[in-house]
């Protein structure tokens, strides 16, 4: 496994980081164990947020404890504030459940705008004061949108971006990995299996092997996940010849619009699954059809004629999907199953 810089932040890890949102599902004995698994395999790029409920305190209690000296890992965390207060609060909440007394890269989570200092809510010098003060060591931003990531890239003021990449990137991704490069933006990868989607760890890892200056966080709530990526630390795999062209294929399989079961666009007014059940088609094709086919599966399916088109989802929708649309394209390919 190769180590990558992350851009200007001087950062330098194996290219091969825990994203440590499902942690959240286990308990904090299992956590615990899989986190300092993941540190003893090599991994060393730790990426959390204060919304991932209690995943920064387990992480706190992997390493916060002595269990490995506090410079020898990368955290990562976010706060989703859209005020000075409750910035303040958010990173003072970080420290204590990380146990830690500063972040790595403090991150703005899922921005809406791309904040720069100037601005009349100050939140950007907030940033400043905390770098300066010493409680973070630098300063991030993460989205699901486009042109926010790509504004996040340019402007100069931060020096990494978190966006979803995976061998389904279209043409503007590729382009935006290119953008972080040039302008030394450290670039982490989310959502590498496209929510699982994606089922090829091989392949996912040659495809971000590629770039460097980026680091993929994978998902990982199972031993089992985890194992799968630390096999990668003795032998990366690389591009070739064969994964390209399964890359290809699985490219014509999942073009155009699909929703990658972010969730952003939940609740729904009439309590429909749209994370599930908005990609219900390609699940039933790309993961085994038996869970899916399930009386509970099919009753939440059926909610979807309850769809009144109140249109609260849309604009939460990073990728601007017509969500009652491909709800209903998804409820009649179902009732063939
Ligand atoms: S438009 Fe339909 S799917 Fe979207 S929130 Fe309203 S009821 Fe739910
Ligand atoms: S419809 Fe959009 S916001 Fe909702 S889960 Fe799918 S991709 Fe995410």
């Given at each position: 496994m190769k180590n990558i810089t992350l851009g200007m932040t001087g950062i330098t890890v194996p290219q091969n980081g825990f994203g440590a949102l499902p942690i959240q599902r286990v308990s904090l004995e299992e956590a615990v164990r899989i986190l300092r698994k993941a540190y003893d395999g090599g991994m060393r790029f730790f990426d959390t947020a204060r919304a991932y409920s209690d995943s920064e305190e387990k992480l706190g209690a992997a390493f916060g404890d002595g269990y490995v000296k506090r410079e020898d890992i990368i955290i990562t965390t976010k706060t989703p504030a859209k005020t000075p207060e409750d910035f303040w609060k958010d990173l003072d909440t970080s420290l204590t459940k990380l146990k830690t007394d500063y972040i790595d890269v403090y991150q703005f989570h899922l921005m809406g705008q791309c904040w720069v200092p100037g601005e009349e809510n100050g939140m950007y010098e907030c940033m400043q004061k905390a770098k300066e003060q010493g409680m973070i060591r630098h300063i991030g931003g993460t989205a699901h949108k486009i042109g926010i990531a790509r504004q996040i890239a340019e402007?100069?003021?931060?020096e990494t971006l978190q966006y979803p990449i995976s061998y389904l990137a279209d043409e503007q991704e590729i382009e935006l990995v290119h953008l972080c490069n040039e302008k030394n933006v450290g670039l982490i990868c989310m959502k590498g299996l496209a929510g699982g989607l994606i089922t090829n760890a091989k392949a996912a890892m040659a495809f971000v092997g590629q770039f460097d200056g980026a680091v993929p966080i994978w998902g990982i709530q199972r031993e089992s996940e985890l194992d799968e990526w630390l096999a990668f630390m003795e032998e990366a795999p690389v591009m070739d010849e064969e994964i390209q062209a399964f890359i290809r294929k699985e490219q014509e399989e999942l073009k155009g619009e699909f929703c990658r079961g972010c969730g952003y666009c939940m609740p729904c007014t009439m309590d429909i699954q749209i994370n599930n059940c908005n990609r219900m088609s390609l699940m039933l094709r790309r993961a085994p059809s038996e869970v899916w086919l399930s009386d509970h599966w099919r009753k939440e399916m059926e909610k979807?004629?309850?769809?009144?088109?109140?249109?609260?989802?849309l604009p939460k929708c990073p990728y601007g999907l017509d969500i009652p649309t491909l709800l209903k394209k998804n409820l009649a390919d179902y009732r063939t199953w």
């Open positions: 402007c100069g003021f931060y979807i004629e309850t769809c009144i088109e109140c249109g609260a989802c």
